[in-house]
């Protein structure tokens, strides 16, 4: 199936933004969770671990769900195609993954937002750092297949390049 040229560049536009997105707010967590982990001052570190919890809730999974939702149309609309080129399959796994990775992640940060409200010395919670990191580079390493979109087809593609290739081809006359 694909799309109309305008509603291609709207479902890409969306699938743009939502992405970007999620990797400004992942990055911002980022600088967030290094100040809960590395701060001295009780408070700033409180603010911090509660600014966290509203981020992942309210912000990063929003996020990250509509990306890889429309990521998936976008991709089924267009010529590029889900399943035939080998960066477009990568970048949905490892989109799939990242947002899995933070679906099980978010009660954690909950709990850490909600420790760090009560008696506890925010200072002594162990931080989310290690995802942080490990989920920008992730975030940035699919933004890097999207610009650069490295060659090679899957074997479905390739199948599917074969079909239309025979399809086009001029029929004998005889």
């Known amino acids: 199936m694909r ?26 967590y980022l600088a967030l969770d290094i100040t809960a982990t590395t701060g001295q001052d009780v408070e700033t570190v409180r603010a911090a671990y509660v600014a966290m919890g509203i981020m992942t809730s309210y912000v990063i ?9 429309i990521g998936v149309v976008n991709a089924l609309g267009t010529p590029w ?7 477009v399959l990568v970048k949905l ?19 850490l937002a909600d420790a760090a409200t009560s008696a506890v010395d925010p200072r002594e919670l162990p931080g989310t750092l290690l995802h ?13 297949l999207s610009v650069y979109k490295p ?24």
């Open 132 to 144: 942080s990191v490990g989920g920008s580079v992730v975030l940035l390493l699919v933004m890097v």
């Open 3 to 28: 799309f109309p040229p305008g509603v291609r560049k709207f479902v890409l536009l969306t699938h743009i933004t939502t992405s970007v997105g999620w990797l400004g707010a992942v990055l911002a």
């Open 93 to 111: 796994l490892l989109t799939a993954f990242a947002a899995t990775v933070l679906l099980i992640e978010v009660s954690a940060v909950r709990h």
């Open 151 to 174: 060659r090679g087809v899957t074997r479905y593609g390739w199948r599917r390049q074969q079909a239309q290739r025979r399809e086009q081809r001029p029929t004998p006359v005889r």
């Open 81 to 87: 195609g889900l399943f035939r080129h080998y960066w």
């Open 61 to 69: 999974v929003p996020l990250a769900l509509a990306s890889v939702l």
